[in-house]
T-cell receptor
Framework: TQLLEQSPQFLSIQEGENLTVYCNSS?????LQWYRQEPGEGPVLLVT?????EVKKLKRLTFQFGDARKDSSLHITAAQPGDTGLYLC??????????FGGGTRLMVKP | NAGVTQTPKFQVLKTGQSMTLQCAQD?????MSWYRQDPGMGLRLIHY???????DQGEVPNGYNVSRSTTEDFPLRLLSAAPSQTSVYFC?????????????FGQGTRLTVV
């Protein structure tokens, strides 16, 4: 099982600010996923990164996979209250066996 | 479109009681799994299944049983509930076992054991 460490654990910012959350491990991943979870709901997949150095954009969200495939980051530009939620990185060990990081809880205040 | 459906949404049990958490998916996915989510710990895998009739243990299987008699259903049984099993439980499914496959989650069951 690969240990995933996410930082920061909590983040409270004002609308319009930028932020970055991190997901780190000492292991090399074949791929990494980011999920977002809203209160009372299950996680929903945002993106899967596969190639070292890969950058993927989803509107105001930018995901990067480290060159060595040991870490990943999620950057949000001009955060909005609708971005509030729990952001989880995860490694799919195949067979639908996901290992999750502890999550970053983001609150964006209007 | 239902996706992954979990019932009940909330449950309170007394220590020692047993119960079954239901999970059903209508996407014809072969792969299904159960996770528990505790504060500050993300989600941890309890049991998983790669198809009807095939199940295996995840990271935290003790105190839980599963079976998979159909593709659609994957119930999770608590044999004798303990306060340590107070948690939010999520069922997930995916169409493939490949590492990049998207997992679809239900809305969760919030369980309190008193």
């Amino acid at each position: 099982t690969q240990l995933l460490e996410q930082s920061p654990q909590f983040l409270s910012i004002q609308e319009g600010e930028n932020l970055t959350v991190y997901c780190n491990s000492s292991s090399v991943f074949s791929s990494l996923q980011w999920y977002r979870q809203e209160p009372g709901e299950g996680p929903v997949l945002l993106v899967t990164v596969v190639t070292g150095g890969e950058v993927k954009k989803l509107k105001r969200l930018t995901f990067q996979f480290g060159d060595a495939r040991k870490d990943s980051s999620l950057h949000i530009t001009a955060a909005q209250p609708g971005d509030t939620g729990l952001y989880l990185c995860a490694v799919n060990n195949a067979g639908n066996m996901l290992t999750f990081g502890g999550g970053t809880r983001l609150m964006v205040k209007p | 479109n239902a996706g992954v459906t979990q019932t009940p949404k909330f449950q309170v049990l007394k220590t020692g009681q047993s119960m079954t958490l239901q999970c059903a998916q209508d996407m014809n996915h072969e792969y299904m799994s159960w996770y528990r989510q505790d504060p500050g710990m993300g989600l941890r895998l309890i049991h998983y299944s790669v198809g009807a009739g095939i199940t295996d243990q995840g990271e935290v299987p003790n105190g839980y049983n599963v079976s998979r008699s159909t593709t659609e259903d994957f119930p999770l049984r608590l044999l004798s509930a303990a306060p340590s099993q107070t948690s939010v439980y999520f069922c997930a499914s995916s169409y493939s076992g490949q590492a990049w496959t998207e997992a679809f989650f239900g809305q969760g069951t919030r369980l309190t054991v008193v």
